[in-house]
């Protein structure tokens, strides 16, 4: 199977801003776990990062007959981006929302997702994990 792992606005900072809620390692990093993790398993994954709303739009509407999967942290997008959210159901390929915090636990504005709807489902809370079990979410 071929996944893409789509990473929104902000994300290319992790490792470096608010270590406290994102922990200390790159994004860089996290992926090349990502990719060892799908490579053992016998899978492909691709990754794409942009602060750019239309960007991540693009890759969505690419994305059919491409991937099996896509896992999206959308970043601040999640919270408000109908743009993101349209392109998702306009795609029939199944799309896993991720959040690297527990944003229940934190801010009341990112207590809303307009993404979750038209997502296969969201996993959330578990650090860089969040990726891998909605990666693994796949083949389950
Ligand atoms: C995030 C949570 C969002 O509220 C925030 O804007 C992010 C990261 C997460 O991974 O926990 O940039 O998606």
Redesign the pocket.
Same mark, same amino acid.
């Given at each position: 199977m071929k996944f893409l792992v789509l990473n929104g606005?902000?994300?290319n900072l992790t490792g470096k801003r608010e270590r406290g809620v994102?922990g200390s390692e790159t994004l860089d990093s996290i992926n090349r776990e990502l990719e060892a993790d799908c490579q053992k398993a016998g899978h492909e994954v691709e990754f794409f990062q942009s602060n750019l709303e239309g960007e991540l739009c693009t890759k969505l509407q690419e994305a059919d007959g491409k991937y099996d999967g896509i896992v999206l942290? %959308?970043? %601040?997008f999640?919270?408000y981006s109908y743009a993101i959210r349209d392109a998702i159901a306009a795609i029939s390929v199944p799309v896993v929302e991720v959040?690297?915090?527990n944003?229940y636990k934190r801010e009341e504005f990112?207590h809303k997702s307009v993404l979750t709807e038209v997502c296969k489902g969201e996993i959330?809370g578990f650090g860089k994990n969040s990726y891998l079990l909605a990666l693994r979410s796949f083949t389950l």
């Amino acid at each position: 199977m071929k996944f893409l792992v789509l990473n929104g606005v902000n994300l290319n900072l992790t490792g470096k801003r608010e270590r406290g809620v994102y922990g200390s390692e790159t994004l860089d990093s996290i992926n090349r776990e990502l990719e060892a993790d799908c490579q053992k398993a016998g899978h492909e994954v691709e990754f794409f990062q942009s602060n750019l709303e239309g960007e991540l739009c693009t890759k969505l509407q690419e994305a059919d007959g491409k991937y099996d999967g896509i896992v999206l942290n %959308a970043g %601040a997008f999640t919270h408000y981006s109908y743009a993101i959210r349209d392109a998702i159901a306009a795609i029939s390929v199944p799309v896993v929302e991720v959040h690297m915090s527990n944003v229940y636990k934190r801010e009341e504005f990112r207590h809303k997702s307009v993404l979750t709807e038209v997502c296969k489902g969201e996993i959330l809370g578990f650090g860089k994990n969040s990726y891998l079990l909605a990666l693994r979410s796949f083949t389950l």
